[in-house]
């Protein structure tokens, strides 16, 4: 088991880290505030990752991705 990494206060993207959650099935989720106004979940290993969770989704409603 690896040492805890507080994220509290860091910026990823537009997400900005509140605290930290825990998800249903156990795992460690960050609660985050996106600048869209949107809240999100997302794990320590995808907001840490280079290519990882930058936004809560707005990102790609932008672009035109949206289904």
Do not use: A
């Not at 794990?43 to 949206?66: A, F, H, M, Q, V």
């Amino acid at each position: 088991m690896g040492k805890f990494k507080d994220l509290t206060g860091l910026v990823f993207g537009k997400l900005t880290v509140n605290k930290r959650s825990v998800s249903k099935n156990g795992d460690i989720t960050w609660e985050c505030h996106c600048s869209c106004g949107n809240t999100s979940y997302p794990t320590t290993d995808n907001l840490c990752k280079k290519n990882g969770t930058k936004s809560s989704g707005c990102s790609w409603k932008i672009r035109g991705n949206e289904n």
